[in-house]
């Protein structure tokens, strides 16, 4: 491994004394230095083959000046608070959150009882809301009128509050929050986070938020024909865009959703009723188990994403919504596709685009065919009609070369999870090494790659036959063990499509065991 820096380079190798040791095929960890710099580093792993080509960029990471603040605590009883779960302690937890963020942060603890609010309870930044533990701490939200006789329930046109809103660098640990209040902002779950700079959770970036050992009851839903997919609403909502963000063992009854995240971690988590959302980069699922729900896990690795010792139990087995992808990463968004007229070590110029500056941002460009043909880099920026990469090229593209450019999942992993009575894995459209490892599924539906080539319209809104052009280059299925189920790669090529490339290239599948198929009618095995 190598951390490449602005001042410096380290190079560690596979030795014990480093902290540096390989946990399984896809997971390299290493221990810092003490004494490494404060600053940004490029992270580079290298596959012990090939030389200075053997070595790939693994991600980045940031170091920052290790900090030393004492931590003060701030007893909401000490404000006022009565935890007997009739009076509205909304006050007095407001009150011990003023008094913590004053003194420059700290933890508002909650002991034994039961805290019902009828407002949604804001977190500003640096505070923590912690409880004794989540069989003894229960934050309460009422003053919204459930039907008469029956559990709180919502619809999608009739959505309550959010009992918590989670602002960045905060914290809920070790307690319960149930019910639902009728003041406030929020709407979408049980708990939400929300930009320090907006009123409402619809814009903006949340980051550093750990939500730990707690648990989330979320409320059933009404059935409409608009909440098919999940039995509970959403426990928790991460918005829009967020960064490190740690959901770490804690009970849930609904979904948990991080729309846009980049270094977070979901661990060690109980899902009931729900799933899980994410669009991810650099970001770990790990010994997740989720039982009890008719959806999927819907995780996008947009790149050097970790989904790994996941268990799936009872979910739809063969659902209408859904095709039984109870792993489903989904693409098909729409693209820009061309041939280059320049390009340098680190760009691609299109003079014929006119595209809005930074659109591109975190997007993957892959060359389709032509000079170059198989490479892809991720996209740093663009202007008018340049794309920077992270990367250079090894072969140049030239005039005879095609590119697409768009939303891509990319170089991420998933080994070792466990699928029981449920659908399998689906890659659906534009994943680009992705690997399949160790999966163990049993009275499962099938797994799934599949490629497009399919007429609509372009990134620019025009109506052609280039608009949507979705590979499955790359990706690998590696000693899987598939019980009552299939494997297969589609390619859904139109024929009076003009020729992009290939949309399944290089993907192969080794030394995996499928032991009693499920067969359709008339289905074959060739």
Known sequence: MALRGAQETLVFPPRQDYGLWESDSHLVQLKLPTDLKPGDYHVYIHNSLGGELGWRKAGRVRVAPKQEKPVRVFDVRAHGGKGDGVANDLAAIKAAMSAAQAAGGGVVFFPPGTYAVDESVRVPSGVTLRGASRENTVIKGFGYDPAQGSRPWYSPDNKPSSVILLGSNTGLESLTVSGCVSKGAGGEALVETVPDEVVVPAGGEVHDVTVEGC????????????????????????????????????????????????????????????????????TIMDRNILTDAPSRILFYPRRHSYVRFNEMHGFSRFSWNNASESYLVHGGSVKTVGSPTGASANTL????????????????????????????????GNTENTLTLEQPWRVMPDATSEYVVGMFHTDSAFYGNLNEGCGTLHLWLDCIGIVVERHRASLSGGT???????????????????????????????????????????????????????????????????????????????
């Open 215 to 282: 648990q989330l009851r979320g409320q059933e839903v009404h059935p409409t024909h608009r909440t098919v997919l999940y039995r509970f609403g959403q426990a928790l909502v991460v918005g829009q865009t967020s960064r490190r963000i740690r959901v770490l063992n804690n009970a849930t009854e609904g979904s948990i959703v991080l729309r846009v995240t980049t270094r977070s971690e979901i661990v060690n988590n109980r899902i009931h009723g729900g799933g899980v959302a994410a669009a991810a980069y650099e």
């Open 349 to 380: 110029v299109d003079a014929k685009q006119a595209w809005k500056p930074g659109h591109y941002k975190d997007a993957t460009v892959v060359i389709t065919s032509g000079r170059g043909f198989g490479q892809y880099r991720w996209v740093l």
């Open 448 to 526: 799934d790659v599949w490629g497009r080539d399919v007429t609509s319209v372009n990134e620019q809104g025009v109506a052609d036959k280039l608009g949507y052009f979705h590979p499955a280059w790359y990706n690998m299925f590696l000693n899987n063990w598939l019980d009552g189920s299939f494997m297969r790669m589609v390619s859904g090529d139109r024929a009076d499509n003009a020729y992009l490339g290939p949309v399944l290239f290089a993907n192969y599948a080794v030394a995996n065991t499928i032991r009693q198929p499920h067969m359709r009618k008339h289905a074959f095995v060739n």
